[in-house]
């Protein structure tokens, strides 16, 4: 079983970056697609896009205009950046692995809330 | 694009009762990519079933996920008092990956 945990800034003011990391346990990046989904307070799951070591991420064409996903082979983690950041952007933001074989998430990390707030 | 609806919004059940628990599509879809997810409180979704048929690793055997064409169903034969959550279902075909609304399933 993969293991994934998101790590970055819980507060991030408007109009600035928000910028979060997960780190996979074992050997595990190469593997898989990794994705971020992310579920305002209250509200239901938005999928932002998927990444991989190799080839190009692709992104939810709501947020492709803001939004870089990225992969660190070398630190087993992959990143997101999403940037001009209002209140609508405030959310827990999970990390999940792809199973290509099932179509589906098999693996979450357990979220981290980001706030948009000055 | 296609859209997924999840209804009803809110099942209030007592515990032993049977769940069914409804997700259309905007279009016909494959059941390839339909999925479901459980999701309780503070926690990230859980995978139930994949293919719109096929139950996840560990999975128990009263979750069952059926339907075709535009129309799925998950359907929990005997509510455990761990089934109380909201579930979610999840669609990655051709349109960027989507999720249903989600369906509450509370305590009567």
């Known amino acids: 079983q993969v293991q994934l945990q998101e790590s970055g800034p819980g507060l991030v003011k408007p109009s600035e970056t928000l910028s979060l990391t997960c780190t996979v346990s074992?050997?595990?990046?190469?593997?898989?697609?990794w994705n971020w989904v992310r579920q305002p307070p209250g509200k239901g799951l938005e999928w932002i896009g998927y990444?991989?070591?190799?080839?190009?991420?692709y992104y939810n064409p709501s947020l492709s205009s803001r939004v870089t996903l990225s992969v660190d082979t070398s630190k087993n983690q992959f990143s997101l950046n999403l940037n001009s950041v209002t209140a609508a952007d405030t959310a827990v933001y999970f990390c999940?692995?792809?199973?290509?074989?099932?179509?589906?998430?098999?693996?979450w990390g357990q979220g981290t809330l980001v706030t948009v707030s000055s | 694009e296609i859209v997924l609806t999840q209804s009803p919004g809110t099942l209030s059940l007592s515990p032993g009762e049977r769940a069914t628990l409804s997700c259309r599509a905007s279009?016909?879809?494959?059941?390839?990519?339909l999925v479901w997810y459980q999701q309780k409180p503070g926690q990230a979704p859980r995978l139930l079933i994949y293919?719109?048929?096929n139950r996840a690793t560990g999975i128990p055997d009263r979750f069952s996920g059926s339907g075709s064409g535009a129309d799925f169903t998950l359907t929990i034969s005997r509510l455990e008092p761990e089934d109380f959550a909201v579930y979610y279902c999840?669609?990655?075909?051709?349109?960027?990956?989507?999720f249903g609304g989600g369906t509450k399933v509370e305590i009567k």
């Open positions: 279009q016909s879809v494959s059941s390839s990519f």
């Open positions: 999940a692995k792809w199973n290509s074989d099932w179509n589906a998430f098999d693996n």
């Open positions: 999840q669609h990655y075909g051709s349109s960027p990956l989507i």
């Open positions: 990444c991989h070591h190799s080839g190009n991420p």
């Open positions: 293919g719109a048929s």
């Open positions: 074992g050997d595990a990046i190469r593997r898989y697609y």
